[in-house]
Every structure is written in structure tokens, then in C-alpha cells.
């Protein structure tokens, strides 16, 4: 092995330890039904529609008891093929009582209309900080618009059930880490077939 492969195998061990200590603080909170209404003017009738929330789950706190709630950090929507950011606040609630998880407008602190909930007697204990699902179970909208940044979105009406997924979600560093270090074993390769 010739000088610039050691140094670029000995950075790319490197850059994959650090990969492996990067933590996932957050957690992608999404949501998925079939549904229509519109989306930055367009009208949907009867397709999938996927709402994904970002939250650090060290955020989430019970202001009242039995309700936990955390501010998102970011809110997409996507309906088929279409997809836009929601233009924040957004936050995410457990109102266990109900049971149910939900995402609404406004911030955790000074809520607004809840755009989906996902009812289920497994979020009666449930706090926000740890993955669940994906669970499928009877949902709710209140029908109300909310801004993107294209313009707004509004479901309608819903048919059939809703599956909320908490899933882990990758910290950018982490990403970086690993693509830095997928790149550096292209570049080994490339190195010794020349």
C-alpha cells in the first residue's frame, strides 16, 4: 500500500469511529393516511398523505398533567408525488387521557388546530421521548388550512385508519460522517487500481 492510500484508509477509519459515536437526538414523528384536500393549490382526492415532524425528544416536557407536547424542529407534507415544508410553529402532543398523538399549529406553549391525530390505547403511556410504531388506529383533523411555504395545505377529510411512526432520526453530522467516509473508501479503491 503506497503512502496516500495509508493516510486516506487511516482518515476513513477515522471518520467511520466518529460516525459510530454520533448520537440521534431527534425523532422524526410521522404520520400517514388516506385523504383529500389541497396542497399549495392543488386538490387531492383520495391519496397518501404524509406529515413528518422533527423534534429533539430532550425538549418535551408535561405542562399539564397527562398531556406531553414538544415544539417541532422541522414539519414537511407530502401528498404523492407533491411536498412542501409547513410554515411554522408546529408541535407534537400525546394527550394520553384520550389516548392520542397529534400534530398541531402553534408552539407547545400557545397551541393551535390540531392538523392530524392518530388515536390509540398504546399512547395512553406514551411521552414523546422514546420510537413507537408504527401503530395504526382511528384519526382525526379538525379541516383547517395551514401555511407552507408555497402557500398552505388542507385535509378535508380522511378515509380509513392513521399509522404514526416515531422513528430515530440521524443527526446532519452523523450523515456527514458517513458519506465523508463512503467517499473515502471510493477513493482508496481508486487509488489502488491505479
Known amino acids: 500500500m503506497n503512502r496516500i492510500s495509508s493516510v486516506l484508509a487511516t482518515a476513513t477509519l477515522a471518520l467511520f469511529a466518529g460516525a459510530g459515536h454520533a448520537r440521534a437526538d431527534a425523532i422524526a414523528y410521522t404520520e400517514s393516511v388516506i385523504g383529500s384536500g389541497s396542497l399549495d393549490g392543488q386538490d387531492f382526492t383520495d391519496s397518501q398523505v404524509t406529515l413528518t415532524f422533527t423534534a429533539d425528544p430532550s425538549t418535551v416536557y408535561e405542562p399539564i398533567f397527562q398531556i406531553w407536547v414538544a415544539d417541532a424542529t422541522s414539519a414537511t407534507v407530502q401528498v404523492g408525488s407533491m411536498s412542501d415544508t409547513l410554515a411554522g410553529p ?83 453530522a452523523a450523515i456527514f460522517l458517513m458519506g465523508f467516509g463512503l467517499l473515502g473508501v471510493s477513493a482508496i479503491r481508486f487509488v489502488r487500481r491505479s
Not at 104 to 126: K, N, V
Not at 131 to 142: C, F, L, W, Y
Not at 154 to 172: F, N, R, W
Open 90 to 172: 408546529y408541535h407534537l402532543f400525546d394527550y394520553q387521557p384520550g389516548p392520542s398523538v397529534g400534530l398541531a399549529s402553534g408552539t407547545a406553549a400557545s397551541p393551535g388546530p390540531d392538523i392530524l391525530d392518530t388515536d390509540d390505547p398504546a399512547f395512553s403511556s406514551y411521552n414523546l421521548q422514546t420510537t413507537i410504531g408504527p401503530i395504526t388506529d382511528s384519526g382525526a383533523i379538525t379541516g383547517n388550512a395551514f401555511a407552507t411555504d408555497s402557500g398552505f395545505f388542507q385535509l378535508t377529510s380522511i378515509s380509513g385508519d392513521v399509522t404514526l411512526t416515531a422513528a430515530s432520526a440521524p443527526e446532519p
